[in-house]
């Protein structure tokens, strides 16, 4: 697979067993929920994700993309009202994929 930016955004997506049914990433890259050096317990919201993580949001199809133009590393997850939360994941600059989600409004993306 190439490196550059545009192909290495991911579009797939995968079913995540959540009990509200979130559909998360699934990447080539992306990381399990807790990122590399940090155990699941320690994985804490940090704050609203910069702007240089851009969203697209289509709220009637539930469904938001999401891209890292940081030019570092973040890790990220995606908060939603009135249901379940995704999990943390790690993208690499350059890198993105959609997530989408049955129940509950998109709140916003944030660090972790």
């Known amino acids: 697979m190439s490196s550059t930016p545009r192909k290495r955004l991911a579009v797939a997506t995968a079913a995540v067993a959540l009990g509200g049914g979130l559909v998360l ?32 949001v289509i709220k009637q199809k539930k469904q938001v993309t999401v891209r890292n133009n940081c030019g570092k590393t973040m890790h990220v997850k995606l908060v939603i009202n009135n249901g379940p939360d995704g999990a943390c994941w790690t993208y690499q600059h350059g890198e993105g994929s959609v997530w989408t989600w049955k129940v509950g409004s998109y709140g916003k993306i944030v660090t972790c």
């Open 25 to 56: 990433p699934a990447t080539a890259t992306a990381a399990p929920a807790a990122p590399a050096g940090r155990s699941a317990a320690d994985v804490r919201v940090q704050g609203t994700a910069p702007a240089c993580v851009t969203r697209d």
